[in-house]
């Protein structure tokens, strides 16, 4: 991606600042909701922006669109244009492979700055240490500030995952690691996730019709209601299905702003101008 094409676009907004009366203060319309809201995560004392950077559409076998297309240097750009703009929260994953183009990303940005969420298929003890620690090198940071079970099948996945989430559990009181959680890709497994105290956040399928989700909307929204109510982070994804309702964005948009119990969601975004039109539609649509 091209670094001139954002520093053009800064420069054409910037150019708007001499249109403003000297000592007037913009302010956000009232009631409105930006990607660029910082948002406190429940008791976790983690402030995120609205919207999360996605970097794994399609993500397998450590790699996803983003890497694909972007490479390390376009995507450290394009986190880096979003950072500018106010968003930094940035979504990764081991089964991604963007650990490196985050840390390209954070040599121009201050890691205390922005948070950093990553996901683990590690199950035992032994395999969670190795994974925060090589996390961490690839990444380029001492700490890591959220990290999430990866895509939870099993209705028994707390005993199958129980050496990890000890591990996890060690770590934040270590302050390796700030907060943990799941990824849900069951119903299931979600319901699990509602009844496990260990569980502090739920990254959760979500969106109007159903797609790509673990059950039903009524189902699924009962579900996580429960789940806020007793305390955990709801952090939705798949908010325009998987990609199957982009035809239906603004509805889809509209319906993840309007849950009160999601605190904030991830889309995977995988250019400057995909950015722009959520950073423009999502206050229009609140």
């Given at each position: 991606?091209?670094?001139?094409?954002?520093?053009?676009?800064?420069?054409?907004?910037?150019?708007?600042?001499?249109?403003?009366?000297?000592?007037?203060?913009?302010?956000?319309?009232?009631?409105?909701?930006?990607?660029s809201d910082?948002?406190?995560?429940?008791?976790?004392?983690?402030?995120?922006?609205?919207?999360?950077?996605?970097?794994?559409?399609?993500?397998?076998?450590?790699?996803?669109?983003?890497?694909?297309?972007?490479?390390?240097?376009?995507?450290?750009?394009?986190?880096?244009?979003?950072?500018?703009?106010?968003?930094?929260?940035?979504?990764?994953?081991?089964?991604?492979?963007?650990?490196?183009?985050?840390?390209?990303?954070?040599?121009?940005?201050?890691?205390?700055?922005?948070?950093?969420?990553?996901?683990?298929?590690?199950?035992?003890?032994?395999?969670?240490?190795?994974?925060?620690?090589?996390?961490?090198?690839?990444?380029?940071?001492?700490?890591?500030?959220?990290?999430?079970?990866?895509?939870?099948?099993?209705?028994?996945?707390p005993t199958?995952?129980?050496?990890?989430?000890?591990?996890?559990?060690?770590?934040?009181?270590?302050?390796?690691?700030?907060?943990?959680?799941?990824?849900?890709?069951?119903?299931?497994?979600?319901?699990?996730?509602?009844?496990?105290?260990?569980?502090?956040?739920?990254?959760?399928?979500?969106?109007?019709?159903?797609?790509?989700?673990?059950?039903?909307?009524?189902?699924?929204?009962?579900?996580?209601?429960?789940?806020?109510?007793?305390?955990?982070?709801?952090?939705?994804?798949?908010?325009?299905?998987?990609?199957?309702?982009?035809?239906?964005?603004d509805e889809?948009?509209?319906?993840?702003?309007?849950?009160?119990?999601?605190?904030?969601?991830?889309?995977?975004?995988?250019?400057?101008?995909?950015?722009?039109?959520?950073?423009?539609?999502?206050?229009?649509?609140?």
């Open positions: 991606m091209d670094r001139r094409t954002f520093v053009k676009s800064a420069s054409a907004t910037a150019g708007l600042a001499i249109l403003v009366p000297l000592g007037f203060k913009l302010a956000p319309d009232a009631g409105k909701k930006y990607i910082k948002v406190l995560l429940g008791s976790t004392g983690i402030e995120v922006s609205r919207m999360a950077i996605g970097t794994g559409t399609n993500g397998v076998g450590h790699s996803s669109n983003q890497t694909r297309q972007l490479g390390i240097g376009g995507l450290s750009d394009l986190l880096k244009a979003a950072y500018d703009k106010g968003v930094f929260f940035w979504d990764s994953a081991d089964q991604y492979g963007t650990h490196p183009h985050l840390k390209a990303a954070l040599k121009s940005v201050p890691r205390e700055k922005v948070v950093i969420l990553t996901k683990t298929h590690a199950s035992t003890e032994q395999e969670m240490k190795d994974d925060l620690d090589r996390f961490r090198k690839e990444l380029g940071t001492d700490y890591l500030d959220i990290v999430l079970l990866h895509c939870m099948t099993s209705k028994n996945w199958e995952k129980k050496g990890a989430m000890n591990i996890l559990s060690q770590s934040r009181e270590q302050k390796i690691i700030r907060a943990h959680g799941v990824s849900c890709h069951t119903l299931d497994a979600l319901q699990s996730a509602a009844a496990s105290p260990w569980v502090q956040i739920d990254l959760a399928r979500m969106n109007p019709a159903g797609v790509s989700m673990d059950a039903s909307v009524p189902i699924v929204t009962n579900v996580l209601k429960q789940m806020k109510q007793s305390g955990k982070v709801i952090m939705g994804m798949k908010v325009l299905g998987d990609g199957r309702l982009v035809e239906r964005k889809c948009l509209r319906y993840a702003l309007a849950q009160d119990y999601i605190s904030c969601f991830t889309i995977g975004i995988e250019n400057y101008d995909q950015f722009l039109d959520l950073e423009k539609r999502i206050p229009a649509l609140s």
